[in-house]
C-alpha cells in the first residue's frame, strides 16, 4: 500500500506524490523564541521528526526548513520589560537555544536550515514588492497590507466562507485597512521598537510574509509538505497561500499537515491561557524519551488530554519494550547456533507479519499507535522465545533486529539516548566536540562534553586522539 497522508486542504487522506520523485521540501512552522517551549510545542516537533524520520526511512531524501520567527511583537515586549526593545534579537537567541537544548533531548533530528526572520529581511521586502507591483497589496503610510479581495480563493484552507471570516474571525483590527479581513505585510516602525529600513520606511514585516518568502528561498515556489499546528490553519497558513499564490500563480504546497492539540482538562494547551507546562518542568518527572513516547502513542492529528497517568502509563510501556531489547540482546551472545525447526520458522514468519503492520500502519496517515501497538507484538514474541530451554541465535537476532530498526524509525527507543538523541547526533556533537579541541576551542569543548553526559553519553579519549563513547546504563 503506498504512503497515504491527510491533507488538511482536502481533508482527505492522498497518496503521497512528490514533486521531484524521492526528494522532499518540507517546511514547517517553528517558534516565537520569547519564553521556554511547552509541552504543546513538543508536539509540534515531535510530529513532524517522526514525519520526516519515516520518510527517510522509506527512502525519501527529505529537505526540512524550519524558521525562527525572532521578530515579533512579544519578544520586542520581553526586551522592553528588560530595558530595552533593540535587544530582541539577543533575547530571542537566548530562548533559540533553550529550545534546541529541550528538541535535543526529545531526539527530534535538527532541520537542515533555520532561517530566521532577523536574517531575511532583503527576501522579505523583494517578496512585499512583487505583490505591490501585482495589484494585490496596497500601502498606508508605511503600511503595507494584503487586498484580500483581489485573492477569489481566500479561506480555501480553512473552509471558511468570506463573510464567515468578516463576521468573527481573529483579524488584527486596523483601520487604514480597505477591508476588515486585509492583513499587513509591512509595518511602520513605532518609535521604541526595532526596524529594518525599506522602501517604505523604516519597518519590520507582519507575521505572516516570513515563510512565504524564507520557505521558497529554500525549498522553491511550490513545497512538497508544509506543517504546524492546527491553530495555524488561520489565519497563518491561509495567509500564507494567499501571498505565495498571489505572488508566484503557483500552488504553493501540495501537502498541508496539522498535528492536534495537547489538552489540560479538554482546553487546548497554551501560554495565553496560562495552562501550560513546560518542556524542562515536565522533564523533571519524566525522560524525554518517556515523554517523546507518550505523544506518539495518539495519532498525530487527534488531541491528547495530558495527565500524570498517562505519562506513569507511558514509561511502563516504554519499559517493558526496553526490557525486551535487553533481554535479547543478552540472550543473543549464548543462544543456540543450532538450525531452526519448523515452529522457529513460523515464529519469523509471524515477526515479518508484524513488520508488515508496522509499515501499514505508518503507511496510512503516520498511524504511530498502531504501529506501536506491532513493536509490541514483535516483543511478546520475544518474551516467550526467550522462555524456550534453547532459544535460536537466528530467532533472537531477527527479533532483535526489527525491534530496534522499526523503533529507530520513530526514534522511542534503543535509537535514542537517555536524553533522547539517536547516534547519528551523538556523532556530530563528539566530532564537532573534537574540532573544538583541535581549534583550541576549550570553553566550546567543555561545554559539549557537559552536554554529552547530560545526554547520558560516556567520552572515552584515546591515546591515538580518537574519541570513543557508549551509553550509561
Not at 393 to 401: G, I, P, Q, S, T
Amino acid at each position: 500500500m503506498p504512503l497515504r497522508v491527510y491533507n488538511t486542504l482536502s481533508r482527505e487522506k492522498e497518496e503521497f506524490r512528490p514533486l521531484h520523485g524521492k526528494k522532499v521540501g518540507m517546511y514547517v512552522c517553528g517558534v516565537t523564541p520569547y519564553d521556554l517551549c511547552h509541552l504543546g510545542h513538543a508536539r509540534a516537533y515531535v510530529t513532524f521528526d517522526m514525519v520526516r524520520r519515516y520518510l527517510e526511512f522509506s527512502g525519501y531524501d527529505v529537505k526540512h526548513v524550519q524558521n525562527f520567527t525572532d521578530v515579533d511583537d512579544k519578544i520586542i515586549n520581553k526586551a522592553r520589560k528588560e530595558g530595552d526593545p533593540f535587544k530582541a534579537t539577543e533575547i530571542a537567541q537566548r530562548f533559540i537555544d533553550e529550545y534546541f537544548n529541550e528538541m535535543d533531548a526529545l531526539g527530534i533530528k535538527r532541520a537542515h536550515v533555520y532561517p530566521k526572520v532577523s536574517e531575511h529581511m532583503k527576501e522579505i521586502i523583494a517578496l512585499v514588492e512583487k505583490l505591490l507591483a501585482k495589484g494585490i497589496a496596497y500601502e498606508v503610510d508605511g503600511n503595507i497590507f494584503y487586498d484580500v479581495s483581489k485573492f477569489p480563493t481566500y479561506g480555501k484552507l480553512s473552509k471558511q466562507p468570506m463573510d464567515q471570516i468578516k463576521a468573527g474571525a481573529r483579524i488584527e483590527v486596523d483601520e487604514r485597512k480597505r477591508n476588515p479581513v486585509d492583513f499587513a505585510l509591512w509595518k511602520k516602525a513605532k518609535p521604541d521598537e526595532p526596524y529594518w529600513e525599506s522602501p517604505w520606511g523604516k519597518g519590520r514585516p507582519g507575521w505572516h510574509i516570513e515563510c512565504s518568502a524564507m520557505s521558497m528561498k529554500y525549498l522553491g515556489e511550490t513545497l512538497d509538505i508544509h506543517g504546524g499546528g492546527m491553530d495555524l490553519i488561520f489565519p497563518h497558513h491561509e495567509n500564507e497561500i494567499a501571498q505565495s499564490e498571489g505572488a508566484t500563480g503557483k500552488q504553493f504546497s501540495k501537502y498541508w499537515i496539522h498535528n492536534g492539540f495537547i489538552t489540560i482538562d479538554q482546553e487546548k494547551m497554551s501560554k495565553s491561557l496560562g495552562n501550560f507546562f513546560t518542556i524542562r518542568d515536565v522533564m523533571k518527572k519524566y525522560s524525554a524519551e518517556t515523554i517523546r513516547f507518550f505523544l506518539l502513542s495518539t495519532h498525530y492529528h487527534s488531541p491528547i488530554d495530558f495527565s500524570d497517568a498517562l505519562l506513569v502509563n507511558a514509561a511502563n510501556s516504554l519499559a517493558k519494550l526496553h526490557n525486551a531489547i535487553d533481554n535479547l540482546e543478552a540472550v543473543e551472545k549464548t543462544a543456540s547456533k543450532a538450525k531452526m525447526g519448523e515452529m522457529e520458522k513460523a515464529l519469523l514468519d509471524d515477526v515479518k507479519e508484524d513488520r508488515e503492520k508496522f509499515i501499514a500502519a505508518m503507511d496510512d496517515d503516520f498511524n504511530t499507535p498502531l504501529a506501536i501497538s506491532a513493536l509490541f507484538e514483535i516483543a511478546k514474541k520475544a518474551n516467550q522465545q526467550l522462555m524456550e530451554p534453547e532459544p535460536k541465535k537466528e530467532v533472537v537476532a531477527a527479533m532483535l533486529k526489527e525491534l530496534i530498526e522499526l523503533g529507530g524509525a520513530l526514534n522511542i527507543y534503543k535509537a535514542a539516548a537517555k536524553g533522547g538523541m539517536g547516534d547519528e547526533e551523538i556523532d556530530g556533537l563528539v566530532n564537532e566536540r573534537q574540532a573544538a579541541r583541535k581549534a583550541k576551542d576549550f570553553k566550546r569543548s567543555d561545554e559539549l562534553r557537559a552536554k554529552l553526559k547530560e545526554l547520558g553519553i560516556i567520552l572515552e579519549d584515546q591515546k591515538d586522539g580518537t574519541v570513543r563513547w557508549k551509553r550509561a546504563r
